[in-house]
């Protein structure tokens, strides 16, 4: 039989990092074959070296790859042609937003925005459903292959001052459901999960390094990453195609659901940022989806938005 391997991307920082931490535990208990391989991917692979040592896990192979480049998903796509593993989990974590006003972001933001959180992530599950499906026979509905993706309570509203973010989670939310329908016949289930804020460098990134700590009534509802992780495997497991995570979220989702957008609209339409951290960011040539970045910006000028969730 093929090797049973599980793939996550972000594996690196935060959400996804705390992915590989408990998936690594999991000897056997995720499904019933252990995975024999966790294909961990990022750009910053030598954190995912650090994190491998850490945990003494040889099972763990560090995968150098920007997920938004047509080069570095070849070289995915050519290893799974050659191993031709079974993929038994496939977890999208790799995500990145620039806070600011559309018109005065750095264009490039925009398309690193769409390309790393919805491009690269439809490319990748697309990729992996043929070592997904391949050996449908062997499974149950317990032990099937696993699909999650991390979506985020600000795809359930439009976001001005985060525009383009909320959208790409908006495009992976409908997407990940509508895959859970189309695999429920090959019994492979598709998770989209949605927190709010997470205790994470998301934040820091997204703000060009001006805000590494969530602000107003944000600060109030921060996830703990590993708690959340341990709940979207959970859900996995459970079989369910959306995880709204925390009871804030919760009531978001259905606020989002009972009031029309128009009205959130208006109210979000006050809380919008008066400046865009990506202009400053730009005019200092920051490449603002590069990584960890040094807190140089100047804070006075830059008025950060408190608004609404990641
Ligand atoms: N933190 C929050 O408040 C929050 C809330 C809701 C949803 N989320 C979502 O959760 C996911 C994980 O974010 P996080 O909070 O853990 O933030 P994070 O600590 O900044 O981690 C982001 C991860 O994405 C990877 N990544 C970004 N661009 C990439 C690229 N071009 N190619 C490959 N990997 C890339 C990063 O790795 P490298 O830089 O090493 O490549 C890193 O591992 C994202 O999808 C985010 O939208 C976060």
């Known amino acids: 039989m093929n090797k049973n391997i599980a793939i996550i991307t972000g594996a690196s920082s935060g959400i996804g990092r705390a992915f ?5 535990k999991e000897h056997g208990a995720y499904g019933c074959v252990p995975f024999e391989e966790i294909w961990a991917v990022a750009r910053h692979v030598e954190k995912i070296v650090e994190t491998k040592a850490l ?55 925009l398309e690193d925005t ?50 383009a973010y909320a959208a790409s989670k ?13 695999l429920s016949a090959c019994n492979i289930v598709v998770t989209a999960v949605c927190p709010g804020p997470v205790r994470t460098d998301f934040q820091r990134r997204a703000t060009g390094g001006v805000q590494s700590e969530f602000t107003g009534f944000r600060k109030h509802v921060v996830a703990d990453p590993v708690k959340l992780v341990k709940a979207a495997i959970k859900a996995s497991r459970k079989g369910k195609q959306i995880l709204v995570y925390g009871f804030s979220q919760k009531a978001l989702h259905v606020c989002s659901k009972i009031f029309p957008t128009s009205w959130i609209l208006s109210i979000e339409k006050n ?40």
């Open 20 to 24: 590989l931490e408990e998936i690594s």
């Open 170 to 182: 908006a495009f992976v939310i409908s997407f990940s459901r509508a895959l859970h329908y189309e």
């Open 114 to 163: 769409i390309n790393v959180n919805c491009t690269s992530l439809a490319k990748l599950t697309r990729l992996c459903l043929p070592y997904m499906i391949s050996q449908k026979t062997l499974w149950t509905a317990d032990n099937s292959p696993r699909i999650i993706n991390i979506a985020s309570s600000a795809g359930f509203l439009p976001q001005p001052g985060f525009a």
């Open 271 to 310: 809380m919008m940022p008066a400046s865009s951290v990506a202009f400053k960011a730009e005019e200092e040539g920051k490449d603002l989806n590069a990584g960890p970045v040094p807190e140089t910006m100047n804070t006075e000028e830059t008025k950060q938005d408190e608004n609404g969730g990641n």
């Open 55 to 109: 945990l003494g896990d040889e099972r763990i192979v560090p995968v150098k790859a920007d997920v938004s480049s047509g080069e570095d998903m070849n070289m995915i796509a050519d290893r799974l042609a050659s191993e031709k593993p079974q993929v038994g989990l496939l977890i999208n974590c790799a995500g990145m937003g620039v806070k600011g006003l559309v018109g005065e972001h750095p264009s490039k933001a």
